[in-house]
């Protein structure tokens, strides 16, 4: 069982335009085997652009591939395909100002790279993934996503 904490990066794009998103991700993993977990993630990601605040949220869920060996570093790459749901708030401020919110199901797919210093903890140099969300009839969004960050692993690991 392990926990991650860091930030996080979202650069979204679509309509012509694009915003780049800075926030914080957390998630759960349940090692089922040891090149296989599932993860849980949560994601909170806010800019402000001329008065106009933008947050997203997203919780996706699925497995997590790891390539385990003994190696010199304790380097370790992995794979993910996760599915789940977003959301998007925009708050515009001044005396006209409006909240609207926005529901989406969304996926991310990429990997990345754990360095294991010690038995309880890792550190996540990168994840990084295409995320694809939906916002709007009949819209879609490519986007990117990158997080880095620290795993606790709660009952151990390797050594």
């Known amino acids: 069982m392990e926990f991650f904490g860091g930030y996080s990066f979202a650069r ?3 309509g012509g335009s694009s915003s780049n998103l800075n926030g ?10 040891p090149w296989l977990q599932l993860t849980a993630d949560t ?3 806010v800019v402000t652009i001329s008065g106009t605040k933008y947050v997203l949220y997203g919780n ?12 010199r570093w ?7 395909a996760l599915v789940g749901g977003s959301r998007q708030d925009t708050s515009i401020s001044g005396t006209s100002g409006y909240n609207t919110s926005s ?4 996926y991310k797919i990429g990997g990345g790279l754990d360095i294991h210093p010690s038995r309880h903890w890792d550190i996540r140099v ?3 993934d295409y995320y694809r969300t939906g916002f709007g009839t009949g819209l879609h969004q490519n986007n990117y996503w990158a ?9 151990g690991g390797r050594e």
């Open 103 to 106: 529901n989406c199901l969304s």
């Open 12 to 14: 979204l794009v679509g």
């Open 24 to 33: 914080a991700l957390g998630s759960f993993g349940w090692s089922l085997k």
């Open 43 to 45: 994601s909170y990601n």
């Open 74 to 80: 304790g380097v370790t790459p992995f794979a993910e």
């Open 147 to 155: 997080s880095a960050g620290v795993v606790f692993r709660l009952f």
């Open 60 to 71: 996706h869920y699925g497995p997590r591939f790891f390539r385990r060996g003994r190696n």
């Open 126 to 128: 990168f994840d990084v």
